[in-house]
């Protein structure tokens, strides 16, 4: 008689294990601002404009950042991946990078015959003698961006992207200025794309994600 006891009780706890664990992934998810389920254009170049938008000051982590924007900048293209940062010196302020490709990379899925990875704030690639690209390439259609959210639901909204998917993000390209240990320290970001090594990053103040047919602000 215990035994069936036990065992009629688990469904139960099952069905309550199941809605518990749903409401939490809704509580930590972001909110949708809206719907566009236009397609998103991963053939072409990420656009970027002059922008009229004035410097500004952002306190995060116990620090003062002076962010001056470079340019609007809209990235529209495949989601290779997306790297979560608690420890670095940056984390605060940029708590995750995206890494993407458009254009050629897209065309015939070509990107799925690499193999992507991300670490320490740089992206990572990998490919076969039968891939017919070289280095300069692959980093031409592709990129990893530094991501400083606007708010706390664009930080969900980017550390959620969907990988292999299409997606876009838009904001404004910045430059970051700060002290720490009583020197200035600066953090510029990439305005070309084909531009490598140290430096050739984007760094994204995001005010705009869009995937799936839903807009995240």
């Keep these: 008689m215990e035994k069936g006891r036990t065992r009629a009780r688990l469904p139960g706890v099952a069905l309550w294990a199941l809605a518990l664990a749903a409401c939490l992934l809704l509580a930590c998810g972001p909110a949708p601002a809206g719907r566009d389920a236009s397609p998103i254009d991963t053939a072409s170049d990420p656009a970027q404009e002059e922008t009229g938008q004035a410097p500004f000051d952002l306190r995060r982590g116990g620090v003062d950042y002076h962010l001056t924007p470079k340019a609007h900048y809209a990235l ?4 290779l991946g997306r790297s979560s940062y608690r420890f670095d010196g940056k984390h605060a302020l940029a708590p995750c990078d995206v890494a993407m490709c458009w254009g050629a990379l897209v065309e015939g899925r070509q990107y799925a015959q690499l193999h992507w ?12 003698d039968s891939f017919g690209h070289d280095n300069d390439w692959v980093s031409r259609w ?4 530094h991501i400083i959210p606007a708010n706390r639901n664009l930080q969900r909204a980017a550390k959620g992207l969907a ?12 430059s970051v200025e700060w002290n720490e240990g009583g020197y200035r320290r600066w953090w510029n970001t990439s305005l070309g794309r084909t531009d490598q090594g140290d430096g050739s990053c984007e760094i994204l103040y995001l005010t705009k994600v869009r995937q799936g047919g839903k807009v995240y602000e």
């Excluded at 992206?123 to 076969?128: A, G, L, S, T």
Aim: aromatic share 16%.
């Design 142 to 145: 592709s990129s990893n961006t």
């Design 76 to 79: 529209r293209g495949i989601v």
């Design 117 to 128: 990875s991300q670490s320490a704030r740089w992206y990572w690639w990998r490919y076969d």
């Design 163 to 174: 990988m292999g998917t299409p997606a876009e993000l838009e904001g404004e390209l910045v």
